[in-house]
């Protein structure tokens, strides 16, 4: 059975103090996962030391970094690698969010080799995927991220890919407060599906997570989670509000 997940952006949002008291504030609030659910808190690298402290003990609640370097070490200043955030416990790592990809320039070829560095120290790479808002209008959106998916995955072999999360994100719903209904999640996470199944078979496409992205809150979480291709979200927005996301994990299916 394929994991659900809510998967907590927190962008660069937050002063230490402000994290600290939404961690507690998470802590307090009843949230129950089951066995194949996870909560993943992606919070600002210099926060990971203090929400792993926090969540310590926690079945199913995980730390994650929002980018890494693809080298293990070297002269790229202010940058951190994936080994660097796995010796302080990170196992989950975002790659490729669309904010990355617009505003630092991230291509698919460099966002490849950033899976395959979150890859070989037994990490799970987030890989995020979708179109901005004309590419929707023009109703190639699935192609647009057919080719993000062959693009960055598809040298991966099918162990591999089952160790890729996916996080479907169509731009124009990105903080916007526009989602995407059910349906339209359902359809392209369906596609999504398949572009793997035509690639790695319909069993390995079946074990792969794929999370909707774009103006997730505590009222719609259910009504998208519910869509049998849907697996969970990756929230920015309502991850800072901690009612919102412990509502949000507690529609996971
Ligand atoms: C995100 O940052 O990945 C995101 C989906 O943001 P929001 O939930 O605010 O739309």
Redesign the pocket.
């Known amino acids: 059975m394929r994991k659900q997940i809510a998967a907590a ?1 927190w ?1 660069m949002n937050l002063s230490v103090s402000e994290a600290e008291i939404l961690l507690d504030q998470l802590l307090a609030s009843e949230h129950n996962l089951s066995a194949n659910q996870e909560a993943i808190f992606a919070v600002p690298a210099i926060y990971i030391p203090l929400a792993t402290q926090k969540l310590a003990g926690k079945n199913n609640v995980y730390v994650a970094a929002q980018n890494c370097h693809p080298k293990a070490n070297g002269a790229y200043t202010g940058e951190i690698s994936a080994p660097m955030f796995a010796s302080v416990g990170v196992k989950h790592i975002v790659l490729g ?1 669309s904010e990355r990809r617009e505003y630092f320039n991230e291509s698919d070829a460099f966002l490849a080799e950033k899976t395959n560095a979150v890859l070989a120290i037994g990490s799970t790479p987030i890989f995020c995927c979708g179109e901005p808002l004309e590419i929707r209008e023009a109703g190639t959106q699935n192609s647009f991220v057919e080719a993000q998916l062959k693009n960055s995955l598809f040298h991966l072999t099918a162990d591999q890919i089952t160790k890729v999360v996916i996080a479907y ?1 169509p731009i124009w ?3 916007t407060g526009k989602t995407a209904s059910s349906e339209q999640a359902q359809e392209i996470h369906a596609y999504i599906r398949s572009v793997f199944a035509t690639k790695y078979g319909q069993a390995i496409a079946d074990q792969i997570s794929i999370l909707y ?4 809150k505590a009222a719609n979480a259910k009504e998208i989670f519910s869509q049998p291709d849907v697996d969970g979200g ?5 991850s800072l509000i901690a009612s919102e996301f412990a509502a949000i994990i507690n529609a996971l299916k």
């Open positions: 952006n962008k969010h994100e719903a990105i903080g992205g774009g103006s997730v990756l929230v920015g927005g309502a």
